[in-house]
């Protein structure tokens, strides 16, 4: 699919809602392409070219966070947005946990959704060059183009991942509030009212993959009261 618009597409069951967001996107400037269930959605996630997956949760045929598992499994850069019918704690989080870059809970505001849209591509479209491998505390090394560890190939991250730790990487020097990631990685404006549990789940998914062992935190680190660090060696 080759297009100067952006591209996206649309995974939902509900025909009066599906329609919706095609007439909204399409409105929007965006190039739309869409699937009725979870197989045919994961078989044209899996084809490529979209520079964005809106995922519904319940599904026929195949749920949204099995499509998202596989997603994942075949591209770990591809930007996805989950939209959960119910968006308690238990779905935002499992979706958060296996790589969602982001959730909408129904009923949803269309202006919402569009911004959220719009604040994950300004970020997948913004990544500039950083430099190929961060070298952190305690040894650690991330090889930012391969998206994993140097030492442990098969510990990977994903994209947003990555740029939660560049963002980090970069400031250093200081503890980043939750706000700031929320403003700079995620795209949202300061005053957008999004809840910070979004940058939680997603610090707790890298510490645990820099960080596998039980113990104090040695290379990503909570400041009480002013958010997160990550601890650089001397080559940096």
Known sequence: MTSTKPTLLIIEDEPAIR???IDVFVYHGFEVDFAV???????KARRGGFDLIL??????????FSVLKAIRQHDAEQAVIMLTARGGDDDVIQGLSMGADDYVAKPFSVAQLVLRVQAVLRRTRSAQDEQAVLHLAQGKCVDTRNLCLTNDVDTRFTRREMDVLQYLHAHAERPVPREELLHKVWGYARDAGVETRT?????AKIRRKLEPESGEPQVLITVRGGGYRLLRDAAG
């Open 37 to 43: 269930d979870g197989e045919e959605g994961l078989s």
């Open 199 to 203: 940058v939680d789940i997603h610090i």
């Open 55 to 64: 995922l519904d949760v319940m599904m026929p045929k195949l749920d949204g």
């Open 19 to 21: 329609s919706g967001l």
